[in-house]
């Protein structure tokens, strides 16, 4: 039986995960977290037999305090952290949004337990330090996206040194074709084609911002340097990802887009087991087509790619720059056109410095913050 914490779980990630682990007689809930959603959590507890949860919010854990009885409540980001090093667990699945995954990330491998990572932002931020401190306690780095999931799958196929180059496929979000952008409603980028997402990561794919991050997690967990990594506009969205060996084969990861797949991967791995979706039908589907990302139309992508190549604190820079700013439009305080701006401006006037701990992210992450919060007002 294998013990596991959600962190993060009354999101998208977190919910389609509970879905498979009710699913799974080899599975079993012992923690439960998330920032506010207080009562939300408080049923999944209930459900699931949960004794111990926590709620990153302090107002919110006292709420969830006063409505339960059952159970133990644990709050702020400490009581997050005793919920992962405390709760005797086999795994973690970290779903939480943006930099606030990343104090997780780090008590999770810190322990030496195996982290499911659905939180690319622990990596973007503090890649060098995050696989390094893995890889000293053991623990095993599972990704979640779907694209990663892909790549884990196709890389683990293969022997060492015969991968040349990676593809990560984008589905363009909902202005693939548009050149002009200037008056996009938060309305029309919350309208996702494809996938259905929480708030920040759909305007990250409206931007293509989310590729860039991507980017730069698919590095940090393959080491692949950036420029043996692609990025397509796949708007089907069923082609995960791609692999180019050194014998000229291409392998592809596809499937119709359902989250529970990839979770399923990283919540049972090694093993598989059945998950309740259909099998490809590749004449249902018909054409799968591919186009080169315009870069003039979405610099976001452009943008993560500077921050990655330049290292240091710069892609720690550039994700907490990217957080002001698109949370700056969904407010309706900043056009979409100027997520891009914050962005540029904030990289501009804060250069990289080399990354020696922890410590230098969360400098950087604050600066940044302060820098892209002038510029979006």
Request: aromatic fraction near 4%; charge should be negative.
């Amino acid at each position: 039986m294998r013990r596991i914490v959600i962190a993060g779980s009354t999101g998208s990630i977190g919910t389609q995960a509970l879905d498979v682990i009710e699913r799974s007689a080899d599975l079993q809930l012992v923690g439960l977290a998330a920032a506010t959603s207080w009562e939300q959590l408080l049923e999944q507890a209930h459900r699931f037999g949960v004794q111990r949860i926590a709620l990153a919010e302090p107002d919110a854990a006292a709420r969830a305090s006063e409505r339960w009885t059952g159970g133990e409540v644990l709050a702020g980001p400490e009581g997050l952290v005793e919920l992962i090093t405390d709760g005797d667990c086999d795994l973690v699945l970290n779903a939480l949004v943006g930099s606030a995954g990343l104090g997780p990330t780090v008590a999770t491998v810190g322990e030496g337990i195996d982290l499911a990572l659905a939180n690319k932002e622990s990596l973007v931020i503090g890649g060098e330090l995050v696989t390094a401190l893995a890889e000293a306690t053991g623990a095993t780095l599972i990704p979640v996206d779907s694209e990663h999931s892909a790549l884990h799958q196709l890389i683990g196929a293969e022997p060492p040194g015969t991968v040349e180059r990676l593809v990560l496929t984008a589905s363009g979000g909902p202005f693939r074709g548009r050149a002009d952008l200037e008056g996009v409603t938060r309305e029309e980028a919350l309208a996702h084609p494809t996938w259905e997402m929480g708030g920040k990561i759909t305007i990250d794919s409206a931007t293509l911002m989310n590729k860039g991050l991507e980017l730069i997690e698919a590095r940090h967990l393959f080491g692949v340097p950036y420029e043996r990594i692609d990025v397509v506009v796949h708007p089907q969205s069923i082609v995960h990802a791609v692999v180019h060996l050194n014998d000229g084969a291409s392998l592809a990861h596809l499937g119709y887009p359902d989250m529970r797949v990839p979770i399923s991967y990283a919540l049972h791995h090694p093993d598989r087991v059945d998950v309740p979706v259909d099998m490809l039908d590749l004449a249902g589907v018909g054409r799968l087509t591919f186009e080169q990302p315009d870069s003039e139309a979405f610099p976001c992508l452009r943008l993560a790619r500077e921050a990655a190549e330049a290292g240091g604190t710069a892609p720690c820079a550039m994700n907490a720059s990217n957080e002001v700013a698109v949370h700056a439009f969904l407010r309706g305080d900043l056009p979409f056109t100027g997520i891009a701006r914050v962005i540029e401006s904030t990289l501009a006037e804060l250069p990289a410095r080399p990354l020696r701990h922890f410590s230098d992210l969360y400098e950087a992450d604050s600066q940044a913050r302060e820098i892209a919060r002038d510029v979006a007002a």
